[in-house]
């Protein structure tokens, strides 16, 4: 099996080859802005990201993962005179927030995380060899890169030069000379942080950060360049034409761009003001379940945001949860001299998932060839003929699935894990309810906690529970 990535760049499905074949995957994806708490969002971005990551791992090849961090940029500098604190107290505490939400949704960490104001004789230098190489001209102690000067400008967005010039004008204050010049360097405004440079005291602007950072890191021709779509164009785009004016090589190989996360007809974003931060959104369920939810859609594409979305994915992930937990339960006391035909289905299983991943990681598919496997085992384990090695397969199955995905319990209990105060309190004011023959309410109660997905059987030794 071979791995295949969409690359914006072509708009086509490409066999994936790493430029170095001796060396690391060189991946970056662009990290968050530090001014505020990480939406929901951003969880999309990191978790796909993350599991692209692990699969190109699991193919064999060593990956250098860079994310990072934006410090310096409008919101960044509002918010921070806003609350009148440094800018780097301001930064340094939303970092510190980040990896907080990441670890609870089980986000591995990168390798390198680089923070744009720490990069400055970097990306100084970078400006100046821009100007050195006629790409660039300082006006003002401004700074801008000439568009003019570059062949294939809109080649990831598909967009013709001229259409982009359609409505783009130069605003009375602005020294450019062209329209859709972009800025390199912008000189301070009253009461903002700023940097000294050959052209001025002021500031870098964003794309040459991710370009300088990027390269630092990884090279001037890298693997894999990741972020949303929404950063296609201008974002992306200008990087390309920075970077490769300042090697002279191509940039990256394989540029590949997630779906953003609406709100209804909306993006979901701060600016909008319709945002959920991964913190709230976590009070109310499991990190794995979010993670399912994030997964359960190809990563090119749009996620609705819901309340219905995330409960409808809690339900479905208690079921594999459920079949994984009775596995182990069986293999406690699975008879070692029982057939071993399920060992091929479990071998299958695995090729099925590997299979969609490697096309252009699906985890859509992959994680419908987990529920097709899943069902099987079901019938497998209600036909009581489970043999040790069969337990034992379907098990590893589940866990190399996981490694990639993280979406499992290692050891899962019901009752302690997978049911929250509310929940508790149902099942202790049904039990009341049965003791006082409140039969019409102890009903009432079994009926909402099955639309939970927790169903409750009485036996003489009290009320077991089950995933439904």
Same mark, same amino acid.
């Given at each position: ?36 708490? /990480? ?19 699991? +193919? ?32 340094? +505490? ?29 990306? =100084? ?78 500031? !870098?602007?964003? #794309? =040459? ?22 950063? =296609?164009? !201008? #974002? #992306? ?40 931060? =991964? ?18 859609? #190809? ?14 994915? +809690? ?74 090695? /069969? ?32 929940? $508790? ?34 036996? !003489? ?5 089950? $995933?439904?």
């Amino acid at each position: 099996m071979v791995l295949k990535v969409h690359n914006t760049l072509s708009g086509e499905l490409e066999l994936f080859e790493p430029v170095n074949k001796e060396g690391p995957v060189g991946m970056y994806v662009c990290g968050i802005n530090t001014y505020d708490d /990480s939406h929901m969002g951003h969880a999309k971005a990191a978790v796909t990201f993350d599991v692209i990551r692990r699969h190109i791992q699991k +193919k064999g090849f060593d990956v250098k993962y860079v994310i990072n961090f934006t410090d310096i940029e409008d919101h960044c500098i509002e918010r921070a005179i806003e609350l009148d604190i440094p800018l780097k107290e301001l930064a340094d +505490k939303y970092i510190a927030e980040y990896f907080k939400d990441m670890g609870a949704l089980g986000v591995r960490e990168a390798d390198i995380y680089p923070i744009a104001s720490e990069h400055m004789d970097d990306i =100084i230098a970078a400006i100046q060899i821009l100007i050195d190489n006629g790409f660039a001209y300082e006006s003002g102690g401004d700074v801008y890169f000439s568009v003019s000067k570059v062949e294939n400008y809109g080649q990831l967005s598909n967009q013709k030069i001229e259409d982009m010039q359609v409505g783009a004008r130069i605003a009375a204050d602005e020294k450019k000379d062209d329209p859709m010049d972009f800025t390199l360097w912008k000189t301070k405004k009253e009461g903002e942080p700023f940097w000294e440079s050959p052209w001025s005291e002021g500031r !870098p602007g964003w #794309h =040459i950060e991710c370009s300088v950072m990027s390269m630092k890191y990884l090279g001037e021709t890298f693997d894999v360049h990741g972020g949303g779509t929404e950063l =296609i164009f !201008p #974002h #992306h785009e200008n990087e390309i034409l920075q970077s490769e004016a300042i090697s002279g090589k191509p940039f990256v190989k394989y540029w590949l761009h997630g779906g953003l996360m609406n709100v209804g007809d909306d993006k979901m974003s701060k600016s909008l003001h319709n945002f959920f931060t =991964i913190k709230d959104v976590l009070k109310e369920y499991d990190p794995l379940v979010v993670r399912f939810f994030l997964l359960n859609t #190809h990563y090119k594409k749009i996620i609705d945001f819901s309340e219905q979305a995330l409960n409808e994915a +809690k339900q479905a992930l208690a079921r594999l949860q459920n079949t994984l937990d009775n596995t182990r339960k069986t293999l406690e006391s699975a008879d070692p001299v029982l057939s071993d035909d399920f060992i091929d289905a479990a071998n299958k299983a695995l090729q099925n998932f590997d299979e969609a991943m490697d096309n252009d990681f699906n985890t859509r598919d992959a994680i419908a060839s987990l529920f097709d496997f899943s069902k099987e085992v079901n019938k497998y384990l209600e036909a009581g003929a489970v043999s040790k090695a /069969s337990a034992e397969a379907i098990i590893v199955t589940f866990e190399e699935i996981d490694d990639r995905l993280t979406l499992f319990r290692a050891e899962s209990s019901l009752a302690d894990e997978m049911i929250d105060a509310h929940v $508790r309190a149902l099942i202790e004011e049904r039990e009341q309810a049965r003791a006082q023959q409140n039969w019409a309410r102890a009903d009432e109660i079994r009926d909402i906690l099955r639309e939970k997905g927790i169903g409750l059987e009485d036996t !003489p030794d009290g009320v077991k529970l089950k $995933r439904l």
